[in-house]
T-cell receptor, first 114, second 112 residues
Framework: ETGVTQTPRHLVMGMTNKKSLKCEQH?????MYWYKQSAKKPLELMFV???????ENNSVPSRFSPECPNSSHLFLHLHTLQPEDSALYLC?????????????FGPGTRLTVL | KNQVEQSPQSLIILEGKNCTLQ??????????LRWYKQDTGRGPVSLTI?????NTKSNGRYTATLDADTKQSSLHITASQLSDSASYIC???????????FGQGTTLQVKP
């Protein structure tokens, strides 16, 4: 395993629901990331946190709300999602957000929006 | 435009055979290039990383090459095994922003 865990692994939700995705890293890293992976498309970077501070937000709709309470945990709060938001959501961490530090990915949460 | 293009989109080979996956990038300025393996239902795992000064790097049966002049990379898999069935993703890093530019991946299926 990579040292990055994500829960839940699968999530089905309606468009009016509110849910949260959780990511935890046990690597002592200072940077954490959320990615969206849709079928047949490249990974899309959503958010970057460095030392619990958001350093990048790639024009993500406000129905996705990240939270980083400490350097080991990262959440993605979801509300009033659309069916096109169905995808694999991957969390990653790296030692720092710069340099050539490798990103270690979690197993992802498979999200289905009905 | 900073892009990474991979080919083929998908590939089926018999167990024990070799195969080569291609990656072309237009990322500038270029910092490094990584190949990731992503098993079904799992996150990507790094196989190799190469900077512009490196031509080849191996990781077991996986050998990556890089031609910084033509901006092309390849991933060669030798003596394929059933466990090699996965998606292989090429990722180029921009030198100034540090952004990772991901390819769409090549899906490899190894059949017995």
């Amino acid at each position: 395993e990579t040292g990055v865990t994500q829960t839940p692994r699968h999530l089905v939700m309606g468009m009016t629901n509110k849910k949260s995705l959780k990511c935890e890293q046990h690597l002592g890293h200072n940077a954490m990331y959320w990615y969206k992976q849709s079928a047949k498309k490249p990974l899309e970077l959503m958010f970057v946190y460095s030392l619990e501070e958001r350093v990048e937000n790639n024009s993500v709709p406000s129905r996705f709300s990240p939270e980083c309470p400490n350097s080991s945990h990262l959440f993605l709060h979801l509300h009033t999602l659309q069916p096109e938001d169905s995808a694999l959501y991957l969390c990653a961490s790296s030692l720092t957000s710069g340099g050539d530090n490798e990103q270690f990915f979690g197993p992802g949460t498979r999200l289905t929006v009905l | 435009k900073n892009q990474v293009e991979q080919s083929p989109q998908s590939l089926i080979i018999l167990e024990g055979k070799n195969c080569t996956l291609q990656c072309n990038y237009t990322v500038s300025p270029f910092s490094n290039l990584r190949w990731y393996k992503q098993d079904t239902g799992r996150g990507p795992v790094s196989l190799t990383i190469m900077t512009f000064s490196e031509n080849t790097k191996s990781n077991g049966r996986y050998t990556a090459t890089l031609d910084a002049d033509t901006k092309q990379s390849s991933l060669h898999i030798t003596a394929s095994q059933l466990s090699d069935s996965a998606s292989y993703i090429c990722v180029a890093k921009r030198g100034n922003t540090g952004k990772l530019i991901f390819g769409q991946g090549t899906t490899l299926q190894v059949k017995p």
